[in-house]
């Protein structure tokens, strides 16, 4: 990997030291080109036509997507985010009063309101999986949850977004393939980061986004959807003329393929640029992106674990390129705002980002620093001399302006 030319390529690389690849990672120029390439065909020829002139890099797009999770373009649904992917399908699971949600401690916050939601709404229990000592959900106690309460649905964050712990789920979802449960992923935070293998994890859907490891653009996800879901029937609940055909007054007839979970309105100069992420990251080889990343991670985890009054909060027997630490005293907002005014960015996680976890882990926030393989060692070893300085200079109250 020949990171002088890839940090050539990353414009970004020359302004600050960017640390915030979970938040959304910086672009390299293919995909800039794509993005701005197509604006400028719209612009000349229409909307409708240039999407119509396109259609050739469009396919393209879903066969990047596709190759990248090892699964056929007839399984990929282009959305809005990661959000609306795993939005889209939830809701495609019928509930009723009774049924029941399993997941786990370490789940993304939206995720946990949409499971509450429909706690609320439809009456559906939401139970959540014990953790191992060491970190990370227990499969041995999944299983018995699974077999005592049969869930309609298990969901997990592949790697939740306040640490740097991947969760095993490709056990989890042998566990779901054997006991027939429906199994939704929540790889934001792992595509783009290591080697994604749906068929591997045995799951039924799969809910991305563009903007963060993937090094695509912001408001640009996709969605993964197993031939066995698509056998079930199962569809959005809110299915539209993207997804589906009014073929009578009161019957419509659903597309055969995931794109049934897409809608009709697109930003296709995104899509175009998701599909060119995806064969950037595959062209570099996710083996050696995620070996990359994680070698950045532990010797941000060593050095940092170094200085008096900071913690590293990260917990798993795997852990990945999220690093994730409280400071004694100090508001991580204040830390992240300070570092920002000195070119590096991170970002703060309050307590509200992940209840559960951070309760357990005793903390109100946390500072997340997130590498990605264009950074350097001595980025690493400057954001942490920062850190230290930061630490150990007199308090200093930001404006709260700055911190919204």
């Not at 050739?56 to 959000?83: D, S």
């Not at 060491?134 to 977004?161: E, F, N, Q, Y």
């Not at 591997?200 to 959807?225: E, H, I, N, W």
């Not at 064969?279 to 083996?287: I, T």
Request: charged share 25%; net charge neutral.
């Amino acid at each position: 990997m020949n990171i002088d030319h890839l940090r050539s390529e990353t414009p970004g690389c020359h302004e600050r030291i960017h640390l915030n690849n979970a938040g959304a990672a910086l672009m390299p120029e293919p995909v800039i080109r794509t993005i701005q390439n197509y604006f400028a065909l719209e612009s000349r020829i229409g909307g409708y036509e240039a999407e119509d002139a396109s259609r050739e890099e469009v396919r393209r797009a879903y066969e990047a997507v596709a190759a990248l999770l090892g699964t056929k373009p007839a399984n990929i649904a282009f959305t809005e985010n990661a959000t609306a992917s795993f939005t889209q399908a939830l809701s495609s699971i019928p509930f009723e009063r009774g049924d029941a949600i399993l997941t786990t401690r370490n789940d993304y916050a939206s995720n946990q309101i949409q499971f509450l939601s429909l706690q609320s709404r439809v009456g559906v229990n939401v139970l959540r999986a014990p953790d191992r000592p060491d970190g990370g959900v227990d499969v041995t106690a999944i299983d018995d949850l699974i077999r005592r309460h049969r869930p309609k649905v298990v969901c997990v964050s592949h790697v939740p977004t306040t640490s740097g712990l991947v969760q095993d789920v490709a056990a989890i979802g042998a566990v779901c393939r054997c006991e027939n449960v429906l199994f939704l992923v929540d790889a934001c935070q792992s595509v783009g980061q290591m080697p994604i293998d749906v068929n591997g994890m045995q799951c039924d859907f799969l809910s991305a986004t563009s903007r963060k490891y993937l090094r695509g653009p912001r408001g640009a996800g996709f969605l993964y959807v197993s031939d066995g879901a698509l056998e079930r029937g199962l569809e959005p609940l809110f299915i539209d003329m993207k997804g589906a055909d009014w073929i009578d007054d009161n019957r419509y007839r659903p597309k055969r393929d995931a794109k049934r979970f897409e809608t009709w309105e697109f930003a296709w100069a995104l899509v175009l640029a998701t599909g060119e992420a995806a064969r950037y990251a595959r062209a570099l080889g996710l083996d050696q992106i995620r070996d990359r990343v994680r070698a950045l991670a532990r010797r941000l985890r060593e050095s940092l674990a170094a200085i008096d009054g900071v913690r590293v909060l990260d917990r798993g027997r795997e852990l990945c390129g999220i690093v994730s630490i409280s400071v004694d005293g100090r508001d991580p907002r204040e830390l992240m705002t300070a570092l920002r005014a000195l070119n590096i960015n991170t970002n703060a996680q309050t307590r509200t980002s992940a209840v559960i976890d951070n309760d357990a882990k005793g903390v109100t926030a946390s500072l997340r620093i997130s590498p990605h393989y264009y950074n350097t060692e001595d980025e690493i070893d400057r954001a942490v001399d920062a850190i230290r300085e930061l630490v150990r200079a007199p308090h200093v109250r930001v404006p709260a302006s700055a911190l919204e």
